[in-house]
C-alpha cells in the first residue's frame, strides 16, 4: 500500500536499493576474544584433527552399515562435552550444544556413509601431508571438521544465543538415497532447524543449490528361449536397446542444466539363449525441479513405447513382454539465491579468513533442507582431495588446512549468534 503513494523517484530508489542492502557483507564475529581462542586453536590443534580424520576413515561404514563408525562418533562427541548425545532411529549420531538465550538452532553434519562395499580395505597410508585410503575426504574429512569445531568451541567458552547440533548421517551415498537426513527433517528434528551446514569433501567452495536426480532401475522381462529354436520372440534386451536409443536422442536445457544418463546394464545367461530379462539403471540430475519433472516425463514415455514397438515387432508370437520400473532414488532439486543470509555468512567468513568461496549447484544432504525451503549449504572441508569415490582417493592438507574448520567454526558461530 505505501508503495503507491512514493513518487517515481523514490519508487526507483526502493527497487535499486534492495539488491544493494542484500549483497552487504555479512558480520562475522572473527574479533570477539572467544572466537579469535577456538579459530587459534583449530590451527594449533590441526595434527589432532588429522587424526579424527584418519581413525575415523579406518572403521568400515559401507552403504547401510554405518554402525561401527556411528557409535565412535557418538563416543567422541560424548568426550567433546556435548549434551543429550544420541543415536536415533534411522542411525544418526546428533550431539547438542545448548544456546544461552533464545537465537536459532543451527546443524553443522558430516555424513557417516562411504560408497565402499564390506570388505574394502579402508586402512590410511602416508605420506607427508598426502593420506591416501577410501572415504579419506568423501566424508572422513567432514566428520574430523565436526569434530574441531565441537572441541574448539567448548575449549574456547564460545558462548552462542543459538543451539548448535553437532550430527554424523547416513545414507548420504547414491543407495542411502539421503535416508539419514529425511529423518532429521521429517521426524527426529522436525520443525526445530533454522539453519543447516553439510561439510561434505575438500576444498573451500560452497554448494548453495541442489542439483536433484531421479534414479530408476528398468526391467524388462519375458519367457526367454533358444536363439535359434525360439526365434521370432519379442527379446527383452532388444527392447532395452530401443529405451536406450531413445533416451539416447533426448534434448536437454544447459540452463537449467539438466542431465541423463543410462549407466549400469545387464540381462542374458549366454550367447545362444533369448534372454529373459533386460536391466538398465537411469540417472537423471537437474538444478530444477521442473526441468527434473520433464524429463523424467519423457523417460518413462520412452521405457513405455519400446516395449511396444518391441512386441509389435514380433506380431505372430504369443510370448508379451512386460516393463517394471523401480525407483532407486529420489532426490529434491532446490535453489536459493546466494543472497540469503546463510550464504552470505559463508562468504564473508571465508574472505574474513583470506579467500573468496565460490558457490556451486551439487547433490548433497542439503538437498533436503533446501527443498523444504530451509536455509542450508554445503561446505568444503579444507585442503585438496582428489580420487573421490574411488579406491585410490586421498587427501593432502597441505600447507593451511585447518582453514576448513576454522570456516565452519565462523560460519556456525556467526548463525548461532555469539555473546560477548
Same mark, same amino acid.
Not at 41 to 61: F, G, H, Y
Not at 187 to 209: A, H, N, P, Q
Not at 310 to 329: F, I, K, Y
Not at 398 to 408: D, S, T, V, Y
Given at each position: 500500500m505505501m508503495l503507491r503513494t512514493l513518487s517515481t523517484t523514490s519508487a526507483a530508489l526502493v527497487l535499486i536499493a534492495a539488491p544493494l542492502v542484500a549483497q552487504t557483507r555479512a558480520t562475522v564475529p572473527a574479533d570477539v576474544?572467544? +572466537?579469535?581462542?577456538?579459530?587459534?586453536?583449530?590451527?594449533? %590443534?590441526?595434527?589432532? #584433527?588429522?587424526?579424527?580424520?584418519?581413525?575415523?576413515?579406518?572403521?568400515?561404514? !559401507?552403504?547401510?552399515?554405518e554402525a561401527q563408525r556411528a557409535e565412535e562418533f557418538r563416543k567422541r562427541l560424548v568426550a567433546l562435552g556435548l549434551k543429550n548425545v544420541r543415536i536415533d532411529a534411522e542411525g544418526n549420531v546428533i550431539g547438542e550444544r545448548p544456546g544461552a538465550g533464545k537465537g536459532p538452532t543451527v546443524v553443522i553434519s558430516g555424513h557417516l556413509d562411504t560408497v565402499f562395499p564390506e570388505g574394502t580395505d579402508v586402512s590410511v597410508k602416508r605420506e607427508g601431508t598426502l593420506y591416501k585410503a577410501p572415504g579419506i575426504g568423501d566424508d572422513c574429512r567432514g566428520l574430523a571438521v565436526v569434530l574441531s569445531v565441537a572441541r574448539a568451541l567448548n575449549?574456547?567458552?564460545?558462548? *552462542? &544465543?543459538? #543451539?548448535?547440533?553437532? +550430527?554424523?548421517?547416513?545414507?548420504?551415498?547414491?543407495?542411502?538415497?539421503?535416508?539419514? +537426513?529425511r529423518h532429521l527433517f521429517a %521426524?527426529?528434528?522436525?520443525? $526445530? +532447524?533454522?539453519?543447516?551446514?553439510?561439510? &561434505? =569433501?575438500?576444498?573451500?567452495?560452497? %554448494?548453495?543449490?541442489a542439483v536433484g536426480s531421479h534414479r530408476?532401475?528398468?526391467?524388462?522381462?519375458? !519367457?526367454?528361449?533358444?536363439?535359434?529354436?525360439?526365434?521370432?520372440?519379442?527379446?527383452?534386451?532388444?527392447?532395452?536397446?530401443?529405451?536406450?536409443? $531413445?533416451?539416447? /536422442?533426448?534434448?536437454?536445457?544447459?540452463?537449467p542444466r539438466t542431465t541423463f544418463s543410462v549407466s549400469v546394464v545387464s540381462g542374458? *545367461?549366454?550367447?545362444?539363449s533369448i534372454p529373459y530379462e533386460g536391466v538398465m539403471e537411469v540417472d537423471m540430475r537437474s538444478e530444477s525441479a521442473q526441468s527434473l519433472d520433464e524429463l523424467d516425463a519423457r523417460f518413462q514415455a520412452a521405457v513405455q513405447q519400446a516395449l511396444v514397438?518391441?512386441?509389435?515387432?514380433?506380431?505372430?508370437?504369443?510370448?508379451?513382454? %512386460?516393463?517394471?520400473? /523401480? #525407483? *532407486?532414488?529420489?532426490?529434491?532439486?532446490?535453489?536459493? !539465491? &546466494?543472497?540469503?543470509?546463510?550464504?552470505?555468512?559463508?562468504?564473508?567468513a571465508g574472505l574474513t579468513l583470506g579467500f573468496d568461496a565460490e558457490t556451486n549447484a551439487s547433490s548433497t544432504d542439503s538437498n533436503i533442507p533446501m527443498s523444504l =525451503?530451509? !536455509?542450508?549449504? *554445503?561446505? /568444503?572441508?579444507?585442503?585438496?582431495?582428489?580420487?573421490?569415490?574411488?579406491? #585410490?582417493?586421498?587427501? /593432502?592438507?597441505?600447507?593451511?588446512?585447518?582453514? =576448513?574448520?576454522?570456516?565452519?567454526?565462523?560460519?556456525v558461530s556467526t548463525l548461532a549468534g555469539v555473546r560477548n
Open positions: 576474544p572467544r +572466537v579469535k581462542t577456538a579459530l587459534a586453536a583449530i590451527k594449533a %590443534t590441526n595434527a589432532w #584433527t588429522l587424526e579424527q580424520q584418519v581413525s575415523i576413515c579406518e572403521i568400515p561404514a !559401507p552403504p547401510f552399515k575449549e574456547a567458552n564460545v558462548r *552462542t &544465543d543459538g #543451539t548448535i547440533l553437532f +550430527v554424523g548421517t547416513v545414507g548420504e551415498e547414491g543407495p542411502g538415497n539421503l535416508r539419514g +537426513v %521426524t527426529e528434528l522436525k520443525g $526445530k +532447524v533454522d539453519y543447516f551446514i553439510s561439510v &561434505d =569433501g575438500t576444498g573451500l567452495g560452497i %554448494t548453495s543449490s530408476y532401475r528398468v526391467s524388462y522381462k519375458g !519367457p526367454g528361449g533358444h536363439s535359434y529354436g525360439a526365434f521370432g520372440m519379442p527379446n527383452p534386451i532388444h527392447a532395452m536397446g530401443r529405451a536406450i536409443a $531413445k533416451i539416447g /536422442d533426448f534434448q536437454v536445457p544447459a540452463q542374458g *545367461t549366454s550367447v545362444n514397438e518391441e512386441n509389435a515387432r514380433w506380431p505372430q508370437s504369443r510370448v508379451r513382454l %512386460t516393463v517394471q520400473v /523401480d #525407483t *532407486t532414488g529420489i532426490r529434491p532439486a532446490g535453489a536459493q !539465491p &546466494d543472497t540469503v543470509h546463510i550464504v552470505r555468512v559463508a562468504k564473508a =525451503g530451509i !536455509p542450508a549449504i *554445503t561446505i /568444503d572441508g579444507g585442503g585438496r582431495g582428489r580420487g573421490s569415490h574411488s579406491l #585410490t582417493e586421498s587427501y /593432502d592438507d597441505g600447507p593451511n588446512g585447518w582453514l =576448513g574448520p576454522q570456516w565452519a567454526a565462523l560460519i
